[in-house]
């Protein structure tokens, strides 16, 4: 279902670069859409998420039905109050937000009023995603993944087709995207209720700040806001520096990301959706070893797919980007200058998919201030290498900050994890890790002798361009799976469920 709604947001943005291309108005957008996407990440999907998911597993655990219903309402009421506050506040004040978030768009009178106009539209999506963000944490805590992972195909479909059939109609087209971001967003959280219905527990609000369920979410909410979204907050500040850029470089970072979001999206944020519960489930029924064992088989299809995912991003990024997006306003400077922060982002991937396993690590055991010291951490760096590396590099300069500061935070929560004791290695480190990297050496030759030159894909028209990076990745990925049964991986493991993880490579490798 995850990969359904990625390939649906990679269609999404083919039509919105050829139709809108990296322009000033696209600029306008993606910062108007990028705010109330980075508060949701951060409020809902980031902190709230984290801290709602192991209280109501515990209720469920421990407590009545009645009670996790309870639960439930109360947190719906005080969450929609607050969210709904929230929204007033941005719309009211998207001005001063613009000015904050992209403070370069001051000097450009009519993309700053573009920016603001749309953000007044964009904003509700906050409240609308945050409230199906919870939904989406009931249905996951009682084993119902598909339904949320479906769930943002919604936004993909209603922004193609206000790309599509509204723009035209009006007098700014690109509003039509900010409109699409709207009724995505609404459609988004109506279509989970009736899973909700069906589980017994769609919620019926209720205002409930003294209740102590409540409270404890809030408590852990609150240093969450930094533990666990500090990709997102480096990404905002990475905005911000782009808009006093040249114009585009908002543009070129936001299709160079989308691309590192793919396998982020497909893999790493699907990995951590079932893993947080499974976690939960084994801190509350007091299972340490089998807690670390999870943990352990979490991080081996980590490496197994990020490092891979990494090389191809890596080695196909020209190709990629002239493929998917080379059509129409996107020309092929834009695709160029779209592959060099393209690669600065891969190089991070698999930190970032790392973060999404490692943080809820703690977070399970409701432990929110050792992440939050490590992001506050991680943040700082990714500032001081903003500044080190913007002049010399530009937007791709900015995209590498974000990068080397994920593996910052990714390797001081591992160090943490290690040092409290909490995660153990299991048997087979070693061996395991190099038959990948011998996989990863042989998929990488072949796509580099593959690939060939980037004026040869200029050259292309778009079926031929399509046919071939398809048969490329297709191939790579055969010569991976290959390479792994050639070194001794045992790939059967790969199917085990998390709840007896067995090892990826079996247990002597």
């Known amino acids: 279902m995850t990969l359904i709604s990625r390939i649906l947001g990679f269609a999404r943005d083919v039509v919105i670069a050829r139709l809108f291309g990296a322009t000033s108005g696209a600029d306008a957008f993606f910062v108007a859409f990028r705010i109330p996407n980075f508060w949701r990440r951060l409020f809902a999907e980031g902190s709230f998420s984290q801290a709602f998911v192991p209280i109501l597993t515990e209720y469920k655990t421990q407590r009545s039905h009645a009670e996790v219903q309870e639960l439930a309402d109360r947190v719906t009421g005080t969450l929609g109050v607050v969210l709904f506050g929230m929204t007033l506040i941005g719309v009211v004040a998207s001005p001063l937000v613009v000015m904050l978030f992209a403070p370069g768009f001051l000097d450009e009178p009519d993309r700053y009023g573009m920016t603001v106009e749309m953000l007044r539209i964009t904003f509700p999506y906050l409240l609308f995603v945050s409230l199906a963000a919870l939904a989406s944490g009931v249905l996951n805590t009682y084993g119902r993944f598909g339904v949320p992972a479906f769930t943002p195909v919604f936004l993909n479909i209603a ?279 011998v996989a990863n050496a042989v998929m990488a030759l072949m796509l580099w002798m593959g690939a060939g030159k980037i004026s040869t894909w200029l050259q292309w028209p778009a079926l031929t361009r399509g046919a071939y990076l398809m048969l490329l990745i297709g191939c790579g990925a055969l010569v991976y799976l290959m390479s792994l049964h050639l070194a001794g991986v045992k790939l059967k493991a790969l199917v085990k469920p998390a709840s007896e993880p067995a090892l990826p490579g079996g247990t002597e490798g």
């Open 159 to 437: 922004m193609i087709v206000a790309a599509i059939w509204l723009a035209p109609h009006l007098e700014n087209p690109i509003t039509a995207l900010a409109w699409g971001v709207f009724f995505g967003g609404l459609i988004q959280l109506a279509f989970q209720l009736p899973f909700l219905k069906k589980i017994r527990l769609l919620p019926r609000p209720r205002w409930g700040w003294k209740d102590s369920g409540v409270r404890r979410i809030v408590k852990l909410m609150i240093p969450a806001l930094f533990g666990v979204s500090v990709t997102q907050i480096n990404l905002l500040v990475d905005t911000l520096i782009a808009s006093f850029l040249v114009a585009g470089s908002v543009s070129w970072l936001y299709y160079s990301d989308r691309l590192v979001e793919f396998p982020l999206g497909v893999f790493g944020i699907a990995l951590a959706t079932v893993i947080l519960p499974a976690l939960s489930q084994k801190y509350t029924e007091a299972a340490s070893a089998e807690f670390s064992r999870t943990l352990d088989w979490a991080l081996r299809w980590v490496v197994l797919i990020g490092v891979p995912a990494t090389l191809g991003l890596l080695l196909l990024a020209g190709p990629l980007l002239i493929t998917l997006f080379q059509y129409g306003e996107f020309s092929a400077h834009d695709a160029e200058m779209s592959t060099r922060s393209l690669m600065a982002f891969s190089v991070g991937l698999t930190a970032y998919i790392s973060i999404k396993v490692l943080a809820p690590a703690f977070y399970a055991r409701q432990d929110t201030s050792t992440p939050v010291r490590i992001g506050i951490i991680a943040m700082l760096s990714n500032m001081v290498l903003n500044a080190a590396l913007v002049f010399p590099l530009q937007h791709a300069g900015l995209a590498l900050a974000t990068a080397l500061a994920a593996f910052i935070n990714a390797g001081l929560l591992y160090r943490a994890l290690r040092r409290q004791n909490i995660y153990q290695l299991q048997p087979g480190w070693s061996k395991f890790v190099l038959r990948v990297l």
